[in-house]
């Protein structure tokens, strides 16, 4: 019965060790990222309805602010997408969402903004910081 419960626990443990193989991006990195995006998704066509809230996980940075546009919404997407760009290519864009890449070696940015919270003047922004 001790050599089934070892082997279990050796079966565990390589399995945590397999999970754990991706290298974790450095926070400096992602905090430098999130900085520049908020700043940049503000600019001077809106304001901060909520500051970026950050966490972490061994797969990677999450970050999730507001803000509010003073353009409408579908303007404003479309301000973002040429603030933005280069550096992020489009994904999708609809009317109320865009979704936007940044891939880097070792590393994949994924932005997400989108109108359909409970405010609708009100935007939603998602990052997600994830290593390849």
């Known amino acids: 019965m001790k050599s089934g419960c070892l082997f279990g626990l050796l079966i565990f443990g390589c399995t945590l060790q397999l999970l754990g193989c991706k290298q974790a991006i450095p926070a400096t990195e992602a905090d430098s990222e999130i900085k520049r995006l908020v700043d940049q998704t503000i600019a001077a066509n809106a ?35 040429q603030n933005l760009g280069p550096a992020y290519q489009v994904v999708q864009q609809s009317d109320s969402t ?17 109108a359909t919270g409970s405010k609708p003047e009100t935007l939603n922004v998602h990052f997600v910081a994830k290593p390849d």
């Open 47 to 81: 304001s901060l309805a909520r500051g970026a809230q950050v966490s972490r996980t061994t797969f990677g940075v999450n970050a999730e602010w507001q803000i509010t546009p003073k353009l409408a919404t579908k303007e404003y997407l479309s301000f973002l997408r």
């Open 98 to 114: 865009l979704h936007m890449r940044r891939v880097l070696p070792g590393d994949t940015y994924d932005l997400d903004i989108d």
